[in-house]
């Protein structure tokens, strides 16, 4: 079946454009957007406690806790010293690692779809990374930069939803999107405070004797100034560019998603000056705090119902809470576990990367399987 694609001023058959006459033009109606019940991806009170004001809160206890004990006194936790914000977001962090377990093989009907995935790819991979140091040092150091691009794909995807509950078509504006928050989220660590901090990971392969590898911290150090006067050149060209077309998608119709906008504003902000700055010494926790709130409201938005079934309560009054318990409850452990074992161990070790990377990846590919079943 041939489809036909409305764009100002062109007609496009098959996705080629179709010469018509000014009289035809004139008389030619573009179809009006599909309409909507709410510009929230659930609704305004459940958007703006996990989605929309994260970041903020993220940052304002960031800043509350920088000089209490809280975040500065060392205690003994399983024979490691921590302090108790970095143990809390540690927690947090593996527990949100561990929530796509319940978005993947909890869901039979998505776990069909791709058992090799699922089922085959971990065990190899883990195999994989107890048979070799290699394989373990450099899943590590993947871990850390997929982390940092994961957790930009995720303000990009809440930003394509919040564009098309507006009405507009999804795939308008898309790379521009991604471009920017891949700016908003990378940037500032190429450029700012914590660069260090992500690149040191290579200094793993010191006990491989991998010279070229453990030599790329230095050269990071050395060259932060180019890296980031290059950002803010670029990065302040494609700011003026990104509102530039946004105004120019306007004109065209496309309406503006003020979700959209506050979410990409505050999480930018938030980002710049904590990844670039750090004036506080709080980045990992304001980043992180907020980025596994977003993960665990959408995919308790998402998936309770399938949940309920899984734990078989969904035919008890209170099934919903219980659900809820269970939920934070095994991710939560996992997250204490995580925080409690010796990953001086390499078998255990390995395991927290495994966890780790099938997160990033079936993220990556988890919500379009899921939209076939909705």
Excluded at 89 to 101: E, K, Q
Excluded at 356 to 369: A, L, T
């Amino acid at each position: 079946m041939i489809r036909t694609v409305w764009q100002p001023g062109t007609l496009q058959v098959a996705g080629r454009p179709l010469i018509m006459s000014k009289r035809q033009i004139a008389n030619t109606t573009p179809p009006s957007p599909a309409p909507t019940t709410s510009e929230y991806i659930v609704g305004p009170a459940y958007d703006c406690a996990f989605f929309l004001l994260p970041p903020t809160f993220a940052l304002c206890l960031g800043i509350l806790i920088a000089d209490s004990g809280f975040a500065n006194t060392d205690f003994l936790f399983y024979d490691h010293d921590v302090t108790g914000s970095g143990l809390l977001v540690g927690i947090l962090i593996h527990a949100h690692l561990f929530a796509v377990f319940f978005r993947s093989h909890a869901n039979a009907a998505i776990r069909t779809l791709h058992p090799y995935r699922f089922l085959l790819v971990p065990v190899v991979l883990y195999l994989a990374m107890v048979s070799s140091p290699w394989v373990l040092i450099s899943v590590s150091v993947l871990a850390t930069f997929w982390d940092v691009y994961h957790s930009a794909l995720q303000t990009f995807g809440f930003a394509r939803i919040y564009d098309s509950k507006a009405g507009n078509d999804p795939r308008v504006g898309r790379q521009l999107d991604w471009y920017l928050n891949q700016l908003l989220y990378v940037g500032p660590i190429l450029a700012g405070a914590t660069m260090m901090d992500h690149v040191e990971d290579f200094l793993e392969y010191e006990e491989l004797g991998a010279t070229f590898f453990t030599s790329i911290p230095g050269f990071m150090a050395t060259n932060q100034g180019y890296f980031t006067w290059s950002i803010l050149a670029g990065g302040g060209g494609f700011l003026a560019y990104y509102v530039w077309a946004q105004v120019r998608l306007q004109r065209q119709g496309h309406d503006i998603s003020m979700q959209k906008v506050y979410l990409l504003v505050s999480t930018g902000a938030v980002s710049i000056y904590t990844w670039g700055f750090n004036t506080f010494g709080e980045a990992f926790f304001i980043m992180n705090l907020f980025h596994a709130l977003q993960y665990f409201g959408i995919v308790w938005a998402f998936e309770q119902k399938n949940l309920m079934k899984l734990f078989r309560v969904d035919q008890l009054p209170f099934g919903k809470p219980l659900t809820l318990l269970l939920f934070v409850g095994i991710t939560g452990a996992y997250g204490f576990w995580v925080e409690a074992i010796d990953t001086g161990i390499e078998a255990l070790w390995a395991i927290t990367l495994v966890v780790s990377i099938m997160h990033f990846w079936y993220d990556g590919f988890v919500w379009s399987v899921r939209r076939k079943q909705v």
